[in-house]
Nanobody, 117 residues
Framework: QVQLVESGGGLVQPGGSLRLSCAASGTIFSVYIMGWYRQAPGKQRQLVATITSGGLTNYADSVKGRFTISRDNTKNTVLLQMNSLKPEDTAVYYC???????????WGQGTQVTVSS
């Protein structure tokens, strides 16, 4: 069982930055692929970025060059640094943990990011 708790969301002006943090507990953090997803009102949840235990990353085209995902396996945390934010980045952002061994996904409760002037 994995518990994920996100923090760091909020209101920011276009062009600004935010850093989201996800703290994981209840498992061996390093075995999971960690990721961030987002869901805007009326839209499906979509991938933002993922990172493997070895540090390999994958990004949605819409955030490449602006967002950076990182993880600290010693602290059981995953971060999402978001720069040059745009209004279309407005969404609820969810932390995800995926186990390739079991095929199970775990989700956090989500944190709201609003980009608006």
């Amino acid at each position: 069982q994995v518990q994920l708790v996100e923090s760091g969301g909020g209101l920011v002006q276009p062009g600004g930055s935010l850093r989201l943090s996800c703290a994981a507990s209840g498992t061996i953090f390093s075995v999971y692929i960690m990721g961030w997803y987002r869901q805007a009102p009326g839209k499906q949840r979509q991938l933002v970025a993922t990172i493997t235990s070895g540090g390999l990353t994958n990004y949605a085209d819409s955030v490449k060059g602006r967002f950076t995902i990182s993880r600290d396996n010693t602290k059981n945390t995953v971060l999402l640094q978001m720069n040059s934010l745009k209004p279309e980045d407005t969404a609820v952002y969810y932390c995800n943990a995926y186990s390739r061994a079991t095929g199970i996904n775990y989700w956090g409760q989500g944190t709201q990011v609003t980009v608006s002037s």
